[in-house]
């Protein structure tokens, strides 16, 4: 995993596995308004990576 840092977002993931797409993620459903590395996860939360393209 590689991540990149942005003054206005904070560090994102940019790359996965040597695939450097934009990378997202979704807690049950619902995609949170902080970074990941914000974000607390709490037990039974359903994690979701996926990748997008602009």
């Known amino acids: ?3 990149d840092y942005y003054v ?4 994102v993931v ?3 596995g ?3 797409q934009f ?3 979704k807690v049950n459903g ?5 970074a990941m590395q914000e974000y607390q ?3 039974g939360d359903n994690l979701l990576l996926f990748k ?3």
């Open 1 to 3: 995993v590689k991540t």
């Open 8 to 11: 206005d977002m904070g560090s």
């Open 52 to 54: 997008f393209e602009w």
């Open 18 to 20: 040597g695939k450097a």
């Open 30 to 34: 619902e995609t949170p308004v902080v």
């Open 14 to 16: 940019a790359e996965i």
């Open 41 to 43: 996860l709490r037990d």
């Open 23 to 25: 990378w997202g993620y």
